[in-house]
């Protein structure tokens, strides 16, 4: 083999070796991770909603039934604690949330308060709050100085004041989820109504009631990474629980209400 040539076949194992190690050499990967907390505030709404729209109704329904309404009768009822549920659900879920909103911003704004009238104090307090998570002082001291000079009331609010932009409070959006599966959670029993002959009524609503709870139990526990089981069982007592002693109350007093 020729000189030249045998230079060009070194030159081509060389570029192979190269190929060889960048291709294998480590790439920095990208790292995603995914925290049920985040759906913490729908879930937690959208969940109430829906199981307060199944048991509520259904057990209106079967009170009615019991106490010997008629078709039309159980079906206005169901129709009416429907609609009033909603608006109810609606109502209490801004409220509540606007209240815990509220106490938010009131808090953040005495924070930043004290940000521009005591900036020493504030960053020895953040520093003390990283001292008592295992951090020595004068990292701790470092860690505190650079978060304040890259956002110091985010860090404040999240380290102090335990509030995070995951776990704001916002009154619209609960409001509407709570709405809004409350009114689909109500809409399951009230469907059977229309649909089962009256003498059947009962234990349609009852089945298939329990049966939408269990679903709903599992999948909000799945959601939430708990254990399925244990969810189904715990929305289904307490929906049964529920449905029993408004029918019991309906069938003793014998009143349509």
């Not at 109430?48 to 078709?71: E, F, R």
């Not at 409350?182 to 009230?190: E, R, W, Y």
Request: net charge neutral; hydrophobic share 50%; aromatic share 4%.
């Amino acid at each position: 083999m020729s000189w030249p040539e045998e230079t060009t076949r070194q030159k081509k194992v060389a570029n192979r070796l190269k190929l060889t190690a960048r291709w294998r050499s480590p790439k920095p990967m990208r790292h995603e991770e995914h925290h049920r907390s985040e759906r913490i505030g729908w879930l937690r709404a959208a969940v109430m909603g829906a199981n307060d729209g199944i048991v509520s109704v259904a057990s209106l329904i079967l009170g009615v039934a019991a106490a010997g309404g008629t078709g039309s009768q159980v079906a206005v009822a169901g129709m009416a604690g429907l609609v009033a549920g909603a608006m109810s659900m609606a109502a209490g879920e801004y409220i509540s949330v606007s209240s815990q909103a509220d106490t938010e911003e009131s808090d953040l704004a005495r924070e930043r308060e004290e940000l521009a009238t005591n900036d020493a104090s504030e960053r020895a307090e953040l520093a003390g709050i990283y001292v008592s998570r295992g951090l020595d002082l004068p990292l701790a001291r470092q860690v505190a100085d650079q978060l304040m000079a890259h956002d110091a009331l985010g860090a404040h609010a999240r380290d102090e004041l335990g509030i995070s932009e995951i776990q704001r409070a916002r009154p619209v959006q609960a409001a509407l989820a709570s709405a809004a599966t409350f009114a689909v959670g109500a809409g399951l029993p009230l469907l059977i109504t229309l649909l089962v002959p009256a003498r059947m009524l009962t234990v349609f609503v009852v089945g298939t009631s329990l049966a939408c709870l269990a679903i709903l139990g599992t999948l909000a526990a799945h959601a939430g990474g708990a254990r399925r089981a244990v969810g189904a069982l715990r929305v289904t007592f307490w929906g049964a629980f529920a449905m029993a002693l408004t029918y019991g109350v309906g069938a003793l007093f014998g009143t349509v209400v």
